[in-house]
């Protein structure tokens, strides 16, 4: 008799989380000897599975759904395989769990992989919580150091498996079009371009002074993108609702960035202003200026966990408040090659296999079915 199918498990629980393992899912669809299930549990409660689910489809497949009107129910439309309740995943087993959040519940699950939504120098990975998983998709040598230095694993642990992240593939492979999606936006591609990204927390620049951070930027002969964090999106959560009053501010330069993949959108930019977002890490792959928004309070908030003598912020230039941030983007652009060295060191440090993560993921979970 043929052996069955093998069950994987994805779980997410932000549009944000789907897009990390998106490149995985795409990789494996189609394989008759695999069965892809979906599920999760919405970090923000109103938000409803589909929405959370739909960017496994990808770019084009939700353009055309927004355009026609059709959604899809209950989030089986919205990914190549099945979704199933969240409930479900508490009491069924599958073959493979395989997570971007430290959220842990397939526990009857016997093989479970954590591959992260990215690289923090806030620090919170680095914590016991990584043992609910017994196999761990490090995304750079800095992240495995990082996590032997806090005792959490030994140098040759077999948990530890340098893969990378193939969400970024795309930024080193040649598949974006920078062109091409400005113009989609409406946006003049021989204008250089702008993105603000910045994290999430009502003491992040966003909530502390982001209508002063865009008004400085869209005050420059530039394009200007902005990508708020998933969470960002919550209006309990925030002193506004930042989804709506970005929508009301787009003009002729300024658009929001409605995608839950930055991917493209970073390369399409020349420079990235954030604050303390791990999209800094995933921006210096491409050796490209970035500026941080100081935020004080918010650094208090990690003060035990955060690491800042490493790479942290030295990556790029601090900004300290928003009337400071013209003549900083001003600099930045004329001289692009500045802070390249450190760009470049700390992007061989933080990723394995820049452009080939997926290549590694995909191989190590085949071996981990034993396949």
Known sequence: MADRPEKILFYSRSPMNS??????????????????????????????????????????????????????SGGGAQAPGR???????????????????????????????????????????????????????????????RFIEKGLFKEDDPALHRIGMPKTDPLLDGA?????????????????????????RRESSLNVE?????????????????KIHDHSRDPETNRRDWGAWLDAREDARVRRVRDPDIIPFLGAADLLVTDASSVANEFALLDRPILFMDVPDLLKVYSVSADLDTWGRGIGTV????????????????????????????????????????????????EILGR
């Open 19 to 72: 897009v990390m393992i998106r490149p995985i899912v795409r990789r494996l669809t189609g394989d008759p000897g695999l069965r892809l299930f979906f599920s999760g549990k919405p970090s923000i409660p109103s938000e409803p599975m589909e929405e959370i689910l739909a960017p496994l489809r990808g770019r084009a497949e939700a353009r055309t759904d927004e355009s026609s009107g059709e959604a899809g």
């Open 83 to 145: 979704a199933v309740p969240h409930w479900v995943v508490r009491w069924r087993r599958f073959d493979l769990f395989v997570c971007p959040d430290i959220a842990m519940p397939a526990r009857r699950t016997r093989r479970r992989v954590q591959v992260f939504h990215g690289v923090s120098f806030k620090g919170k990975a680095y914590s016991a919580k990584i043992h609910r998983y017994n196999h761990v998709f490090l995304i750079g040598e800095y992240m495995r150091r």
């Open 176 to 200: 974006l079009d920078r062109t091409a999606l400005l113009a989609e936006l409406g946006l003049d591609p021989s204008r250089a371009t702008v993105i603000y990204a910045p994290t999430w």
């Open 210 to 226: 982001g209508e002063a951070v865009i008004d400085a930027l869209a005050a420059m002969d530039l394009n200007v993108l902005v």
């Open 319 to 366: 900004v300290r408040g928003a009337g400071n941030l013209r003549a900083a983007a001003g600099r930045a652009l004329s001289d692009p090659k500045a802070q390249s060295e450190i760009r470049r060191a700390a992007a061989a440090d933080i990723f394995y296999n820049p452009g080939q993560a997926t290549d590694a993921a995909v191989r190590t979970i085949y």
